[in-house]
């Protein structure tokens, strides 16, 4: 193997994947790939309904955790990242947000100019494949295929019309043109099978011959000489190797290696990486700071009918299920089982949603633990844009020991404030003439909780990272003391180097990261490749008329 590429692209995940497609698509480029983790062959990553498996597991998991949560009552929160091919498209729960108009027109905002929802939805429609969404606002030839559930439950029909009763609008399309209201969700599911950026983006690419991917390599540092960076020092085999960039090196390493490895190079906030012994290359004191991610809560109700998922919660069923996947790639083992969603504003005066709902027919963690009691469905619910704030922090020089993670959550009053008003809202919602056949008594948080304090302890004790974080390479203008890369997505103070992930948000999207994330990937390949970006889009997206007045 040659040691000299034209790029080398740390981390195959969901960004990381799309660039080296389309970096590769030039034969003319030598494309490297550095990937620490392995082969995402095999039911566990590959069939939908296994989800809560890979996440769990250390093979595919970089098994991260926070530091204790000063906020919630000394909790450490785990902070799954995938370790595969296709990263954590390869472990997450393939919902597919693409986020709300309005969060790109904030980045723009704050100062990632051209980075405007005008700007980032022809990459999102260069980058699918839609199943049944909106015409004109949807890819249709994209390598990312993304589908509706067949909402064999009639539950997911249920939370639907309750929306409606309640007085929330419905939306066709979430990631078309309207996401406010109660819909259906989407997914990255492909022919039965995990349609993560290993499968749509790699996989392909690996046929060209001008991409070499490397497993099992844990990125050491950047080689930066003269202010440039040349090349990526990595550990694999046992061995320490080095290979050269010819023309840049790309960090798409998720939102907590990512700082990480910056840090482990010299670039970072320069009192820190003194201190560590680590020599400064750039002072940049954004790196690692900004992290983000979404909270939720689980509310469960029980269910007065055996219809929910709880009956399949037996090795009969499962073995049963997972042999019809297996040979027919159909039934229940081909969805995540998240197939009816809702977006809406909290109150009124917000103009865009700030609450997501993921509903499911079924009571159970995302760990996989059932609820004790029976049949049961619930509703994933969260704020979508707390502002609190924490960090990654380096422990040590030493690349393999883990980074220090303190997300600061639930740091601000209106946090809780928020959190509050949507266990109200959702048990208005369950409390619908739609659930009227269905509904049993509230399993969690339960009836007797309902004061503001009750709440709270209620909150404090179960409250769980939906797994989005993001923002610690922020993305904004070059005089911006805080930001890490400008809007090319180049590391500012250093040449030939770029981060390209879920890191450089600068703020947090509505919604599921992945879909973002790779739209991330797609937009910066024609930075990298010095191409025009494609034409900005002149569609509107829908806005509530009545925001400032009314929250439904």
């Not at 990632?112 to 929802?117: K, L, P, T, V």
């Not at 009639?154 to 066709?172: I, M, W």
């Not at 390493?253 to 482990?264: C, D, F, R, T, V």
């Amino acid at each position: 193997m040659s040691d000299q590429f034209d790029f080398i692209i740390v981390g195959a995940g969901s960004a990381g994947c799309a660039m080296a497609y389309r970096l590769s698509e030039d034969p003319g480029n030598r494309v490297l790939l550095l990937e620490f983790g392995g082969t995402d062959a095999g039911p566990l990553i590959q069939m939908p309904a296994a989800l809560s498996y890979p996440m769990n597991m250390a093979l595919y998991d970089w098994g991260y955790e926070s530091e204790p949560e000063p906020h919630l009552g000394g909790r450490r929160l785990a902070t799954p990242r995938g370790k595969v091919i296709g990263g954590s498209s390869s472990i997450n729960g393939m919902v597919y947000v693409r986020g709300h108009a309005c969060d790109f027109d904030t980045w723009e905002d704050m100062g990632a100019s051209g980075w405007g929802f005008r700007n980032v939805l022809p990459y999102y429609k260069r980058m699918e494949t839609s199943h049944g969404g909106q015409s004109g606002w949807r890819g249709t030839d994209g390598p990312l295929h993304v589908r509706r559930g067949t909402k064999w439950n009639p539950l997911f029909h249920a939370f639907r019309d309750a929306g409606a009763q309640a007085g929330y609008g419905v939306t066709e399309d979430y990631n078309g043109e309207r996401q406010e209201g109660f819909g259906d969700m989407e997914m990255t599911v492909h022919k039965g099978r995990r349609w993560s950026t290993a499968n749509a983006y790699l996989k392909p690419a690996l046929k060209r011959g001008n991409l070499t991917l490397i497993k099992g390599a844990l990125a050491r540092k950047i080689l930066i000489e003269d202010k440039r960076a040349v090349g990526v020092e990595f550990e694999a085999g046992g061995a320490v190797r080095e290979m050269r960039a010819a023309r840049e090196v790309i960090l798409a390493a998720s939102s907590i290696n990512s700082p990480k490895i910056l840090m482990q190079s010299g670039i970072g906030p320069a009192q820190d990486l003194s201190a560590l012994g680590i020599d400064v290359v750039a002072d940049r004191p954004g790196v690692g700071a900004n992290l983000q991610d979404h909270l939720e809560l689980y509310l469960q109700q029980a269910c007065t009918q055996p219809i929910t998922l709880y009956k399949h919660w037996n090795l009969f069923s499962k073995a049963l299920i997972g042999a019809q996947w297996l040979f027919f790639k159909q039934g229940l083992g081909a969805s995540n089982q998240f197939e009816s969603c809702a977006f809406i504003r909290s109150k009124a005066g917000i103009r865009y949603p700030d609450i997501q709902y993921h509903f499911l027919p079924f009571a159970v963690r995302y760990d996989g633990q059932a609820a004790a009691e029976g049949h049961g469905f619930q509703a994933h619910v969260g704020p979508m844009r707390s502002r609190s704030r924490g960090r990654v922090r380096l422990t040590s020089s030493d690349p393999r020991e883990k980074p220090s993670i303190l997300f600061n959550y639930m740091s601000r009053d209106e946090d809780w404030e928020d959190f509050r008003r949507c266990i109200r809202l959702t048990r208005e919602i369950f409390g619908q003439e739609a659930f009227a056949d269905y509904r049993g008594k509230e399993i969690q948080p339960g009836a007797h909780v309902q004061s503001d304090e009750a709440l709270n302890d209620f909150i404090r004790e179960h409250v769980e990272s939906a797994y989005h974080p993001c923002g610690t390479c922020r993305m904004g203008a070059q005089d911006d003391p805080m930001a890490v890369v400008d809007p090319q997505c180049r590391v500012i103070g250093v040449d030939g180097l770029r981060v390209a992930d879920s890191s450089i948000f600068p703020q947090i999207t509505n919604g599921n990261l992945n879909a973002p994330s790779i739209m991330v990937g797609e937009k910066a390949s024609d930075h990298i490749l010095g191409k025009d970006p494609l034409p900005a889009a002149n569609q509107t997206p829908w806005i509530h008329p009545d925001w400032q007045t009314s929250q439904r």
